[in-house]
């Protein structure tokens, strides 16, 4: 037994030391693990001998590196993974002491008077959805409210910072309806909501909203400015690409781009960020490059990368800075670093080292399926095309441009189906149902979105400052509606949805 169990220590020596520097990303991997463990223990009994007996296996382990000296890669990979699964609990168990709030003791009816902090239009569901800070109505203490009103109960000044007086019916936060659902309870702790509920009568506007929070109140402008331009659900796609204002689909467009697989194209998220930053590069550097003086004195692909990183952080700021959004910029903003250093975008350690930055500040978001199937899309993007056999088959062979071509359109489809084939369990887990033709459908939907929509769009604005966006709005309502069908008519197939 113990010269089965010594090969196999060798063994790992041998692969552990062949690796390098690829061992790292497995921290991050360690971490995550970490923050999943608090989430499945139970109670403080059990987190806490999670943290005792890793730190004893790290103990352990580095205690048998300064004796024997035996397998000193292996021992050291215990010791890491040991301390990256004890950091990983650890930090989560801080943000939950942290920020954790409790929910309010049962239902009750109240009059409020309340500061708005967030407001969301849904059009689609006609509604508004608005988070109050105002005190509990038994027991006075400060506490986080979501409440919803109708539509009809908007009131001007009714926005960020506005000062309100309402009647609402309160609950706390739910927990899931059935086993294995979406756990609002869970989300509403860490994000310090206490209670949602709804509007029983008027809006009592006391102080409307001021000038403080103006980057809100422009987005909120934007995205009506483009609902006006476009109707229908195809003006919610556009204001949600715009602005991160999603409510305006309806929901049966909702539930079509669900089906097959283009859900993801109503967050903004990786691919908006992506296209916004390769355009902004893409452009400032052509531009640069135009002058024969500046390519020969300044480092263009540095300027471009900050250009690129500005505009990244600026369309995250504007669409509402939410927790996706931050995710796929700071990704982003590394893979800038990445270009402007002359190193590859696309590693696994760029990719652990975004992960790591996302579980300190949000580590729920482990646990979240936006953060599972975002890092689970790169990991398999980041796979399939540092493959030996991808980089064969797309490396230049003397061919037309015909050939080269249908090589890469070949490998967007095969990644497209990897993409499908890693997230389908994450979906199925999360949602009880899954997009069969998610591949098919992402090859049309994704060059449409990044390479048609978003710049028509990004232009249509721009010209409408001065009054001349109108042709530019009818492509733009013409692209989306092509989206749409792309999502309708893969919706509608025979077995088109898994469950």
């Known amino acids: 037994m113990s010269s089965v169990c010594s090969r196999l220590f060798r063994l790992a020596e041998q692969f552990l030391e062949g690796a390098g520097f690829d061992r790292g990303p497995w921290l991050a991997v360690g971490f995550a693990a970490g923050v999943a463990a608090w989430f499945v223990l139970a109670n403080r009994a059990q987190w806490l001998a999670l943290l005792a007996g890793c730190l004893g296996l790290a103990g352990l382990a580095l205690a048998g590196m300064a004796g024997d000296g035996r397998f000193p890669r292996v021992r050291q990979a215990l010791a890491a993974m040991a301390l990256a699964i004890a950091a990983g609990c650890g930090v989560v168990w801080l943000k939950s002491a942290a920020v954790g709030t409790v929910p309010i003791a049962g239902f009750a009816v109240a009059d409020l008077d309340a500061r708005v902090l967030t407001r969301q239009d849904e059009p689609a569901r006609k509604r508004?959805?608005?988070?109050?800070?105002?005190?509990?109505?038994?027991?006075?203490?400060?506490?986080?409210?979501?409440?919803?009103?109708?539509?009809?109960?908007?009131?001007?000044?009714?926005?960020?910072?506005?000062?309100?007086?309402?009647?609402?019916?309160?609950?706390?936060?739910?927990?899931?309806?059935?086993?294995?659902?979406?756990?609002?309870?869970?989300?509403?702790?860490?994000?310090?909501?206490?209670?949602?509920?709804?509007?029983?009568?008027?809006?009592v506007v006391i102080h409307p909203a001021g000038g403080a929070d103006w980057l809100a109140a422009w987005r909120h402008r934007l995205a009506d400015h483009v609902r006006a331009r476009i109707a229908g659900s195809a003006g919610g796609i556009a204001a949600a690409f715009a602005s991160g204002d999603r409510g305006g689909v309806a929901a049966g467009d909702d539930r079509a781009m669900r089906d097959a697989g283009l859900t993801h194209l109503l967050s903004v998220s990786g691919l908006h960020v992506a296209a916004v930053v390769g355009l902004a590069y893409g452009v400032v550097l052509r531009l640069l490059a135009l002058s024969p003086w500046l390519a020969l004195r300044v480092r263009l692909p540095l300027v471009a990368a900050a250009a690129a990183a500005a505009a990244g952080v600026g369309y995250t700021l504007l669409t509402g800075a939410e927790v996706p959004t931050v995710r796929s910029c700071l990704g982003a903003l590394l893979a800038m670093a990445a270009l402007a250093l002359g190193r590859s975008p696309l590693s696994m350690r760029l990719l652990a080292v975004a992960a790591l930055a996302v579980m300190l500040a949000w580590p729920e978001a482990v646990v979240s399926p936006g953060f599972q199937m975002s890092f689970g899309s790169v990991i398999a993007i980041v796979a399939v095309a540092q493959s030996g056999a991808a980089q064969g088959f797309l490396s230049h062979r003397g061919e037309g441009w015909a050939w080269r071509g249908l090589r890469h359109l070949f490998m967007i489809l095969l990644t497209g189906m990897v993409i499908d084939l890693a997230l389908m369990p994450i979906a199925l887990f999360h949602?009880?149902?899954?997009?069969?033709?998610?591949?098919?459908?992402?090859?049309?939907?994704?060059?449409?979105t990044t390479f048609v929509t978003m710049p028509l769009l990004a232009l249509a604005l721009l010209l409408d400052v001065a009054g001349l966006g109108g042709p530019v709005w009818r492509l733009v309502d013409l692209s989306l509606r092509l989206l749409l069908g792309i999502a309708h008519g893969v919706s509608a197939q025979p077995g088109a949805r898994g469950r």
């Open 128 to 203: 508004i959805v608005l988070v109050l800070a105002t005190r509990e109505p038994r027991g006075g203490r400060a506490i986080r409210v979501r409440l919803a009103l109708p539509v009809a109960a908007d009131r001007p000044g009714l926005g960020e910072g506005a000062v309100i007086r309402v009647r609402a019916r309160l609950m706390p936060p739910q927990p899931p309806q059935l086993p294995g659902g979406y756990d609002f309870a869970r989300a509403a702790w860490f994000e310090g909501t206490a209670a949602t509920g709804s509007a029983l009568g008027p809006v």
């Open 431 to 448: 949602f009880h149902r899954a997009g069969l033709y998610g591949s098919l459908a992402n090859v049309l939907a994704i060059p449409l």
